[in-house]
């Protein structure tokens, strides 16, 4: 199955500045890459869809890009509710796998 | 607006079953595939199991296979995972989760239910 490796595995950042999240795949994924964002006790809500199609209701402020290996979520200015665990997924190949997470917090 | 409730979960037994349902509104429930993902404590996400829009296709992660079945109900809007032979391993929140794309499923979750707590322990 297709590891996915997200990095950092934690960042601290300010709200107004500029996040950049990364997720690189153990094998060519194609664009077949979603991002997730997960708040404590919610379930994870869907943002990013074949790494730059942003799903129903999501805000311009969040956009993915990349296709292959590499793929990255920005954040352009953070909000206080941006503040989560995001989670890179692929869908190229099944299973489906999600990285392990990479958790944005307040500085 | 598309809804997701899931419910059965709790405390049981090494060794011994539960089954999990998840209700579905706000959308044609029989025109979409769907997916059980679940999440041990303080961990990441875990695909588990889909099942097709008509029930005829049904694929799960290896470590569940043969202990969890995935089944749907149409008349119903309801999809269910009998789970056997629980193991402590099994121990997460199991969500259940909608894959957007008619008939067939691509692997993406667009609407995610709120999750069910189920706890294996002696």
């Known amino acids: 199955e297709i590891v996915l490796t997200q990095s950092p595995a934690t960042v601290s950042l300010s709200p107004g500045e500029r996040a950049t999240l990364s997720c690189r795949a153990s094998q060519s994924v194609s664009s077949y890459l979603a991002w997730y964002q997960q708040k404590p006790g919610q379930a994870p809500r869907l943002l990013i869809f074949d790494a730059s199609n942003r799903a129903t209701g999501i805000p311009v402020r969040f956009s993915g890009s990349g296709s292959g290996t590499d793929f990255t979520l920005t954040i352009s200015s953070l909000e206080p509710e941006d503040f989560a665990v995001y989670y890179c997924?692929?869908?190229?190949?099944?299973?489906?796998?999600f990285g392990q997470g990479t958790r944005l917090e307040i500085k | 607006h598309v809804q997701l409730v899931e419910s059965g979960g709790g405390v049981v037994q090494p060794g011994r079953s539960l089954r999990l349902s998840c209700a579905a509104s706000?959308?044609?429930?029989?025109?979409?595939?769907m997916h059980w993902v679940r999440q041990a404590p303080g961990k990441g996400l875990e695909w588990v199991a889909v099942i097709w829009f008509d029930g005829n296709n049904k694929y799960y992660t290896d470590s569940v296979k043969g202990r969890f079945t995935i089944s749907r109900d149409s008349s119903k809007n309801t999809m269910y995972l009998q789970m056997n032979s629980l193991r402590a391993g099994d121990t997460a929140v199991y969500y259940c989760a909608r894959d957007p794309h008619i008939t067939a499923a691509g692997g993406l979750f667009d609407y995610w239910g709120q999750g069910t707590r189920v706890t294996v322990s002696s």
């Open positions: 706000g959308f044609t429930f029989s025109s979409y595939a």
């Open positions: 997924q692929q869908r190229s190949n099944w299973p489906p796998t």
